[in-house]
C-alpha cells in the first residue's frame, strides 16, 4: 500500500507539472492580449520557466538526496502553490514572470526527486522501465489537458479579459491536494552517496563534455529542445494571428501537438522493435522537414467565419501540429543512447547536462522564434525552424557515428 501511494505521489506531482510547464504557449498569447505587451517581452517566459531548471539541477542535484526526496517535493508544490494563488491576486507580467520562475526552479527538485524516487521503488531493470514510462505517460497527459483546462477559463468574446488567471485558482487545489497526499505517505530513505566537495562534481561534470559522443550529444539535445519549444510556444499565438483563430479555439487546437508528442513516442516503442534508432530518428527528421514545407503554404490568405468552431478551422490548423508525431521520438532516443553508453556512476552528472543543455535550448528556441515572429511573421518565425532541423539531421548522424566508435 505505501508502494502504490508513493507511485501516486510521483504520477500526480508530474502530472500538475506537466500542465504548469506546458503552458507557457498559452500563456505567451493570454498576456499578450491581457497585459498588452510585444512577442519579444512575451518570449522572455520561456527563459524564466527553463533557466531555473537548468541552474537548480546543476547546483543541487547531487545534494538532494541528503535533503530527502519526500521534502523535496514537498517543497516544490508549496512553491508553485503560493505562485498559482498570486496570479488571480495580482494580476500583472511580473507575477507571470514569478510563476513560471518558481515552476522552473521547483521542477528541478521534481524531475530528479521523482527519478530517484523510481529506483528506491522498484525491484528491478522491467519494474523501473515500466513505472518511468507509465509517469511520463502521466505527464503528457497533463500536457494534453492542460491546453483544455486553460482555455476553459478563457472568453472568446473578450480575448484581452483577465478571467483565464481564475485556472489557477483549480490548479493551486491540485497542488495542495498532492501536497496532503505526499505529506501522509512514508517514503523509503535512500543510500546516501559518499560526501565530496560541489567543486568536484562540478568538474566531473564539465569532464563529460570532452568526450566526442557526449559533445555531439548534447548539441543534438539543444537543437532538438529549441525546435519542440520554438513551436511548442508560440503555436497558440500562430494559430491565433496567422490562421485569424480566437483565442480558446487556437489553445485547443494546439492540444493535437501534445496529443501527437504522446502517440509518437508510443508508436517509437514499437517501431524501434523492428529498426534501428538511427533509421527512425533520420525517417522523422525528414518527415518533420516534408511537414513544413508542404503545410506552412496553406496558412497564407486564411479566411475564416464568425463562428468558427473546432471542426471548421482551416486545414492547416489541423495538419502543422501533427509535427509532434514526428518529433516525438528523437529526444527519447538519443537520451537512451547516451545514458546506455555511460557507466551508472556516471548518469547523475549525464541528467545533470541533459537538462542544463535542454532547457538552454528550449530559452533559445522561444526567444528565436518570438523575434523572428514579431519582425517578419508566423510562418517566417516556423519555416526558420528547417535550420536547426537542418544541423540536428548532421548531429544524429555523427552522434551515430561516434556511438558505434566511441566507448565513453
Not at 483549480?170 to 497542488?175: P, S
Not at 492540444?255 to 508510443?266: K, N, P, Y
Not at 516525438?328 to 545533470?352: C, F, R
Not at 533559445?364 to 518570438?370: A, D, N, P
Request: aromatic share 12%; with cysteine; glycine share 6%.
Amino acid at each position: 500500500m505505501a508502494t502504490l501511494r508513493i507511485r501516486l505521489s510521483l504520477l500526480l506531482t508530474y502530472f500538475v507539472f506537466a500542465i504548469l510547464l506546458n503552458s507557457v504557449g498559452t500563456v505567451v498569447l493570454q498576456v499578450i492580449h491581457t497585459y498588452q505587451i510585444s512577442k519579444s517581452a512575451a518570449s522572455v517566459l520561456e527563459g524564466f520557466k527553463d533557466i531555473p531548471i537548468a541552474v537548480v539541477s546543476f547546483l543541487i542535484a547531487a545534494y538532494l538526496p541528503r535533503l530527502g526526496y519526500k521534502r523535496a517535493l514537498q517543497l516544490a508544490l508549496t512553491l508553485v502553490t503560493a505562485a498559482c494563488v498570486l496570479m488571480p491576486l495580482v494580476p500583472a507580467f511580473w507575477t507571470t514572470k514569478l510563476l513560471f520562475f518558481t515552476v522552473g526552479a521547483s521542477f528541478a527538485l521534481v524531475k530528479v526527486s521523482v527519478y530517484a524516487s523510481i529506483g528506491v521503488v522498484t525491484r528491478s531493470k522491467a519494474e523501473h522501465a515500466s513505472l518511468l514510462n507509465f509517469i511520463e505517460g502521466g505527464f503528457m497527459l497533463g500536457v494534453l489537458s492542460g491546453y483544455w483546462l486553460f482555455s476553459a477559463f478563457m472568453d472568446p468574446a473578450a480575448p484581452q479579459s483577465s478571467g483565464w488567471l481564475q485556472v489557477y485558482w483549480l490548479l493551486a487545489l491540485l497542488c495542495v491536494a498532492n501536497l496532503v497526499l505526499l505529506s501522509s505517505t512514508s517514503f523509503p530513505t535512500p543510500e546516501l552517496p559518499a560526501v565530496q566537495p560541489f567543486r568536484q562534481d562540478f568538474i566531473a561534470m564539465l569532464q563529460l563534455v570532452y568526450k566526442p559522443l557526449v559533445f555531439v550529444f548534447v548539441l543534438s539535445a539543444f537543437l532538438y529542445v529549441l525546435i519542440e519549444q520554438g513551436i511548442g510556444s508560440w503555436l497558440p499565438t500562430f494559430n491565433n494571428e496567422v490562421l485569424a483563430l480566437p483565442n480558446q479555439l487556437s489553445v485547443q487546437l494546439t492540444s493535437i501537438f501534445a496529443a501527437s508528442l504522446a502517440l509518437g513516442r508510443i508508436l517509437a516503442g514499437v517501431v524501434l522493435k523492428k529498426i534501428s534508432w538511427y533509421s527512425l530518428l533520420n525517417g522523422c527528421l525528414l518527415a518533420m522537414a516534408l511537414l513544413i514545407i508542404l503545410t506552412l503554404p496553406l496558412t497564407h490568405d486564411i479566411h475564416v467565419d464568425a463562428d468558427v468552431s473546432l471542426l471548421s478551422a482551416p486545414l492547416a490548423a489541423y495538419l502543422f501540429p501533427l509535427i509532434g508525431l514526428f518529433m516525438a521520438p528523437v529526444y527519447p532516443v538519443i537520451n537512451s543512447v547516451i545514458l546506455s553508453a555511460l557507466p551508472k556512476a556516471q548518469h547523475a552528472a549525464m541528467t545533470g547536462l541533459i537538462v542544463v543543455f535542454s532547457a538552454l535550448g528550449g530559452t533559445t528556441g522561444s526567444m528565436v522564434t518570438g523575434y523572428t515572429f514579431a519582425n517578419f511573421n508566423g510562418q517566417t518565425a516556423f519555416y526558420l525552424c528547417l535550420l536547426p532541423l537542418s544541423l540536428l539531421l548532421l548531429s544524429v548522424g555523427l552522434f551515430h557515428r561516434q556511438s558505434k566508435l566511441v566507448t565513453v
